[in-house]
């Protein structure tokens, strides 16, 4: 095999090679960089208490919603106890949205909205009552709730009579006036 020219001159200048001597400050040099301990990475506190919180936050918020699911609803702790009351309660709703449909297609919603929201709020703090800890008499509470719906009913009954009697006796002025 034929050697390569670099090889060659290597073997041909090898005594040259092997007599000279590095200079000291080279190997001092070489010597402080193998008396070095390799680096350990750094450990940043901020970052993993940085996660710690995150994922903490995290669980809180899955705690938290877990727990408003996993609460009964108001109709399902009013079916539970009183299951005549939610079929009462649908009955009366449909009859007062039909009553307030005629009075809102007769342009006067405005007369008994007022009433409606007082009876409303009456109704509300009857039923928080009704599923707060420590009622008494659950049977009369029930009844004064199905009362509010029948005094619903009664008022807007009466709005209606009214606004009926007044539109037929503005059409019978008003045929009055054209004959």
Same mark, same amino acid.
């Given at each position: ?23 000291a ?14 680096e ?6 901020g ?49 007062v949205?039909?009553?307030?449909d ?7 919603? *405005?007369? #008994? ?7 409303? $709020?009456?109704?509300?703090?009857? &039923? %928080?009552? @009704?599923?707060? *800890?420590? #009622? ?7 009844? $004064?709730?199905?009362?509010?719906? &029948? %005094?619903? @009913?009664?008022l ?24």
């Amino acid at each position: 095999m034929q050697k390569d020219k670099l090889e060659a001159y290597i073997e041909s200048k090898q005594r040259e090679f092997n007599n000279e001597k590095a200079p000291a400050l080279v190997w001092t040099a070489i010597e402080k960089e193998l008396d070095k301990k390799p680096e350990k990475p750094v450990f940043r506190l901020g970052f993993f208490l940085s996660i710690a919180a995150a994922a903490a936050v995290l669980i809180c918020a899955g705690v938290a919603m877990g727990i408003q699911y996993a609460k009964p609803s108001l109709e399902s702790k009013l079916l539970a106890t009183h299951p005549d009351y939610l079929e009462a309660e649908k009955h009366y709703q449909q009859m007062v949205n039909y009553k307030i449909d005629k009075v809102q297609a007769l342009g006067q919603q *405005e007369i #008994v909205q007022q009433d409606l929201k007082q009876l409303d $709020a009456v109704y509300q703090e009857l &039923k %928080s009552e @009704l599923l707060s *800890e420590g #009622v008494g008499d659950e049977e009369m509470i029930v009844e $004064a709730m199905i009362e509010h719906y &029948k %005094s619903k @009913l009664e008022l807007l009954s009466i709005v209606l009579d009214k606004l009926q009697s007044q539109d037929k006796l503005n059409l019978n002025q008003d045929e009055k006036v054209n004959m």
